[in-house]
């Protein structure tokens, strides 16, 4: 199975806050998670690829000071926009790898959570 | 160019149609290729799976991976209200390497 929880769903904040955002592999380990980006109408973009207990690899172009990402344990990963500004409105959504037996795979797909939408007023 | 073309649409059929959804590419290394459904709101839903050529069956759903030609198809038969959603292509040369998407077909079933 590869069963991927994100959490908050919805989050609407001051600009200048920082917000973090949870995602949970629920039944399985992820050694490597994903973090994207979605725009209205546009597909998705890859943002930086979290490795537990290591730091993570941003794209190219994507602020590592601004888009913090921990992957503290096998099963948690989380994003936090530091000082965020109405420009880092977006839908934030985060991808693990399926896993067999509980570990993950390589060459598995990915499986995506629900999504953040983050509005910085 | 874009590394996978896939056409925007909107694409809008009656309920009971079939529905052929496709994605071209340009890197012949791609060997792992998805299909994924997004409702409004919500995260990418993993549909089909498939690894190099061949046809990949699973309900209403039958995924096509043509090396030779770079092309991939989803097709969806019987079309329902409830398949309305972005339909997005993606694929991988595999071995951890980051997937590709295609820009995404949006899809209206209509009654």
């Known amino acids: 199975g590869a069963v991927v929880s994100q959490h908050p769903s919805w989050v609407i904040c001051k600009s200048g806050t920082s917000v973090k955002i949870e995602c949970r592999s629920l039944?399985?380990?992820?050694?490597?998670m994903f973090w994207y980006r979605q725009f209205p109408k546009q597909s998705l973009m890859l943002m930086a690829t979290s490795n537990e207990g290591s730091k993570a690899t941003y794209e190219q172009g994507v602020e590592k000071d601004k888009f913090l990402i921990n992957h503290a344990s096998l099963t948690l990963s989380t994003l936090t926009v530091t000082s965020a500004h109405p420009e880092d409105s977006s839908f934030y959504i985060c991808s693990a790898r399926g896993s067999d037996r509980g570990v993950e795979v390589v060459n598995q797909p990915q499986h995506f959570g629900d999504g953040t939408r983050l509005s910085i007023l | 160019q874009k590394e996978v073309e896939q056409d925007p649409g909107p694409l809008s059929v009656p309920e009971g149609a079939i529905v052929s959804l496709n994605c071209t590419y340009s890197n012949s290394a791609f060997q792992y290729f998805m299909w994924y459904r997004q409702y409004s709101r919500k995260g990418p839903e993993l549909l089909m799976y498939?690894?190099?050529?061949g046809n990949k069956e699973d309900g209403r759903f039958t995924a096509q991976v043509d090396k030779s030609s770079k092309y991939i198809s989803l097709f969806i038969r019987d079309s329902q209200p409830s398949d309305s959603a972005t339909y997005l292509c993606a694929m991988t040369s595999g071995g951890g390497n980051k997937l590709t998407f295609g820009t995404g077909t949006q899809l209206k079933v209509e009654l």
């Open positions: 039944d399985f380990q992820a050694t490597t």
């Open positions: 498939t690894y190099s050529s």
